[in-house]
């Protein structure tokens, strides 16, 4: 008789199969979309500092989305003012002293950004405030 121990040491066929390496999945990393403003907001104010506060005349939106400007009135006695203003192209004085037209039918996004440094705001009576980004979704 066969002892136990012989019976173990049987031989086991192997079959040969094709070895794959090891795959490890590496994670994309997802980089968040620059966020883009999508309007930009100017507030625009009636010259009386320093001897009274400014009085908010008006608040001027550019939309990009729609290529569109949105005048808000909240002193309707200023509006014919602020209009005739706010209607046509902005001059800018550069360091070196010469002036810069702004176009605002050919880049209103910078226009609109330059409204604060313009002449045609320069306190006469009205100023224009920093234009600020909107982020809509």
């Known amino acids: 008789m066969a002892s136990p121990k012989a019976s173990k040491n049987k031989k086991t066929n192997k079959v040969n199969t094709p070895v794959t390496p090891k795959v490890e999945k590496i994670e994309e990393i997802k980089e968040e979309p620059k966020k ?8 625009i ?16 939106f550019y939309h990009k989305y729609s290529n569109s400007f949105s005048l808000q009135v909240s002193a309707p006695q200023h509006m014919a003012a602020v209009e005739d203003i706010v209607e046509g ?15 605002k039918s050919e880049n209103p996004v910078s226009w609109i950004i330059n ?16 234009a600020q980004e909107i982020y809509e979704a």
């Open 36 to 43: 883009e403003a999508q309007s930009y907001l100017v507030p």
């Open 45 to 60: 104010a009636f010259l009386r500092e320093p001897i009274d506060k400014d009085i908010p005349v008006a608040d001027l």
């Open 89 to 103: 192209d902005i001059s800018i004085e550069e360091d070196s002293g010469s002036i810069k037209m702004v176009s």
């Open 115 to 130: 409204l604060k440094n313009s002449k045609e705001f320069s306190g006469h009576p009205f100023i224009a405030g920093e």
